[in-house]
Antibody
Framework: QVQLQESGPGLVKPSQTLSLTCTVS??????????WSWIRQHPGKGLEWIGY???????YYSPSLKSRVTISQDTSKNQFSLKLSSVTAADTAVFYC????????????????WGQGALVTVSS | EIVMTQSPATLSVSPGERATLSCRAS??????LAWYQHKPGQAPRLLIH???TRATGIPARFSGSGSGTEFNLTISSLQSEDFAVYYC?????????FGQGTKVEIK
């Protein structure tokens, strides 16, 4: 069973870059067939997919955030990371990392394991 | 973008009773529909995928139905651990979109 844990600063100033890391256990992030995603939930709102990185390192981002998002991986630490630049108060949210394993039919946006989430507040 | 609409927003149910949650898609998602359970401070948990297939380890009291644009999640006899927020999500097309959630609370 894949387990994920988010970590990073809980408070970021406006215009700065939000950075979060997801530590993975139970699977290697470089193992074939895995997609590693970031998802966020604004206070009182629904869930929004941000982007993913495939085990090969290929990335795909939500068009609405693409200009500000970078997802990368560190295979030596079995972690993947999110950077969101030029943040505003509207980026205040709980951020989740999640995984998808594609063993047969592949749906990268079907998330079979999630982290507990990390609240990031954008405020001066 | 496919918009997912869940109803009701809140469902008050007594333990042991049956609960039925609804989810509607703004266009057909075939059977590419998932349900997640989310408790405060915990990781969301995949319950159902393919509209009606229970994920590994999910009790049989959880069942999903529907296809196209109309879907239901039924909890046949609510247990104390089932009080949570439930989200539907379509993964039929790009990005996968979620509903706003249904909170199942103790009556």
């Amino acid at each position: 069973q894949v387990q994920l844990q988010e970590s990073g600063p809980g408070l970021v100033k406006p215009s700065q870059t939000l950075s979060l890391t997801c530590t993975v256990s139970g699977a290697s992030i470089s193992s074939g067939g895995y997609y590693w995603s970031w998802i966020r939930q604004h206070p009182g709102k629904g869930l929004e997919w941000i982007g993913y990185i495939y085990s090969s390192g290929i990335t795909y981002y939500s068009p609405s955030l693409k200009s500000r998002v970078t997802i990368s991986q560190d295979t030596s630490k079995n972690q993947f990371s999110l950077k969101l630049s030029s943040v505003t108060a509207a980026d205040t949210a709980v951020f989740y990392c999640a995984s998808t394993y594609c063993g047969g039919d592949c749906y990268p946006h079907l998330f079979d394991s999630w982290g507990q989430g990390a609240l990031v507040t954008v405020s001066s | 973008e496919i918009v997912m609409t869940q109803s009701p927003a809140t469902l008050s149910v007594s333990p042991g009773e049956r609960a039925t949650l609804s989810c509607r898609a703004s266009q057909s998602v075939t059977s590419n529909l998932a349900w997640y359970q989310h408790k405060p401070g915990q990781a969301p948990r995949l319950l159902i995928h393919g509209a009606s297939t229970r994920a590994t380890g999910i009790p049989a009291r959880f069942s999903g139905s529907g296809s196209g644009t109309e879907f239901n999640l039924t909890i046949s006899s609510l247990q104390s651990e089932d009080f949570a927020v439930y989200y539907c999500q379509q993964y039929n097309n790009w990005a996968g979109t979620f509903g706003q959630g249904t909170k199942v609370e103790i009556k």
